[in-house]
């Protein structure tokens, strides 16, 4: 057992992965998943101190990983964090799109235009960019995976504000047409649907009594929000040879949530 608390394996052997938003929260955790089954990962992210922090922790655990700070919804920025990507890597054959952000469950009428483009720009442009820029890396290295951070928030409402709720159904859609266009090139495309999950992002909305969103946690059948390790070994699942038979699928993950 590592430090990180996973068993130390070899189900991402000579894998060559990117997990954006890979420095904190799900993202961070599926990074060192990764990491200690073997793949060389590259965390993208823009936080650049919590990017060197957690490429030392995972080089300290006995894993392989390096950084690149990127603004996901910047198609140049992007494009950049790419190529330096596959100079370090010489390929990427793993794609996590993880990064996101929330809109403090503002309404249509509470939202300008600023906020929905910043979100949307994030969670669904930013999922776009990412695996256009990617792709020909992985269809030149002959397939690999694609794992999408969606939500619960992608199939039902009450679980973030309109931006955040429509970016979020749009990741399934693009999830579902990637499947499809590259099933055939044995490119892999799934996502996850997490519930409530214990981040640095989320942990001010679970201890707000006010917001309807904690008051579903509670009435959800397993009672307790995740750990972002949990969601981790959902990803490891898709992103390993495991799932080599599912493609466009949306993995649940929100404690029985959305089944009530």
Do not use: C
């Not at 936080?47 to 922790?57: A, L, Y």
């Not at 483009?117 to 990617?134: Q, T, Y």
């Amino acid at each position: 057992m590592s430090e990180t608390g996973f068993v130390q394996g070899t189900r991402l052997a000579n894998r060559k992965a990117v997990v954006t938003g890979g420095a904190s929260g799900i993202g961070r955790a599926s990074a060192l998943r990764f990491a200690m089954e073997g793949a060389r990962v590259v965390i993208w992210d823009l936080n650049k101190e919590r990017i060197d922090e957690t490429v030392e922790f995972i080089r300290n655990s006995g894993g392989d990983a390096a950084g690149v700070q990127v603004d996901i919804s910047d198609t140049a920025s992007v494009e950049a964090a790419a190529e330096e990507s596959i100079r370090i890597l010489g390929e990427v054959t793993v794609i996590m799109n993880n990064a996101g952000i929330l809109d403090g469950y503002a309404t249509a009428l509470e939202t300008d235009d600023a906020l929905w483009d910043k979100v949307v720009g994030v969670n669904l442009k930013g999922m776009f960019l990412v695996s256009r820029a990617l792709l020909p890396s992985m269809l030149a290295a002959g397939g690999g995976a694609i794992v999408n951070t969606a939500s619960v928030s992608a199939l039902i409402a009450g679980g973030g504000g309109i931006a955040y709720t429509t970016s979020k159904h749009g990741v399934i859609g693009f999830t579902k047409q990637m499947a499809f266009d590259y099933a055939h090139q044995n490119v892999r495309v799934n996502a996850i649907a997490p519930g409530a999950v214990e981040t640095e992002m989320t942990k001010d909305i679970l201890n707000n009594e006010e917001l309807p969103v904690v008051e579903a946690l509670r009435k959800a059948p397993a009672g307790r929000h995740a750990q972002p390790s949990e969601l981790a070994n959902v990803a490891l699942f898709l992103a390993s040879d495991e799932a080599s038979f599912v493609h466009g699928a949306v993995y649940m993950a929100d404690g029985g949530w959305t089944i009530q």
